[in-house]
């Protein structure tokens, strides 16, 4: 390319100016990646947050399974406990 990208010291090298740009633009594109990434999870219904309200123990019913269903069918989701414990 014709520009030094790094220079030798007695220590190892280091990036010139132009190296230094070429690594920031490095990690720009792998963080646009991410973000792609990150847009057709959510696109794709694999990624979020589910909110689930209910009056009754976890024991009782079926719930407590279908969350864990729900939690290895999409990894990526989040699912938070917002339930009080009745104490204050």
């Known amino acids: 390319m014709g ?6 010291f007695s220590g ?4 010139t100016r132009p190296g230094r740009d070429v690594l920031r633009f ?6 646009f990646g ?5 847009a057709r999870s959510v696109h794709n219904s694999e990624t979020g947050r589910l909110s689930v309200g209910f009056c009754t123990s976890l024991s009782d019913g079926n719930l407590q ?10 990894p990526q989701s ?3 406990d917002t339930f009080s414990s009745g104490t204050s």
């Open 3 to 8: 520009v030094p990208f790094f220079e030798r």
């Open 34 to 38: 991410a973000l792609i990434a990150t």
């Open 65 to 74: 399974a279908s969350l864990l269903e729900f939690k290895q069918r999409f």
């Open 12 to 15: 190892g090298v280091r990036p």
């Open 26 to 31: 490095r990690t720009i594109l792998e963080e």
């Open 78 to 80: 989040t699912i938070t």
